[in-house]
């Protein structure tokens, strides 16, 4: 399978928070809770900004990056602290931080 989306993984007490250059939009802050894995919760955000259910989005998070995976880098990240990951999925710019908040913006794809 093609690679479909990159991932960075930066530590922002080195680097600092940066803002993604190719969002077109601004971005739409969303709360991570405990009760949802970080994939889910951005599959439902994709999905709450395109108006349908995450069933009905013309692709899977698993065409740009392995959501198994992404769960366990952000955990892992997360009890550690002070990190930003950033990648893209379909057309959207997706930024998660250490905050317990991740952030969506449509970009120009």
Known sequence: MPVRSVLIVRDTMSNGKSESEAAIGPFIEYALDDDRSTSVSIVEAIAASEGVSPVDLQFTLYEYVNPDALDALCDCHRSAG??????TIDRYRVRIDSGDRFFVSLTDQ
């Not at 002070?82 to 990648?87: A, K, R, S, T, W």
């Open 82 to 87: 002070n990190f930003e990951i950033e990648l």
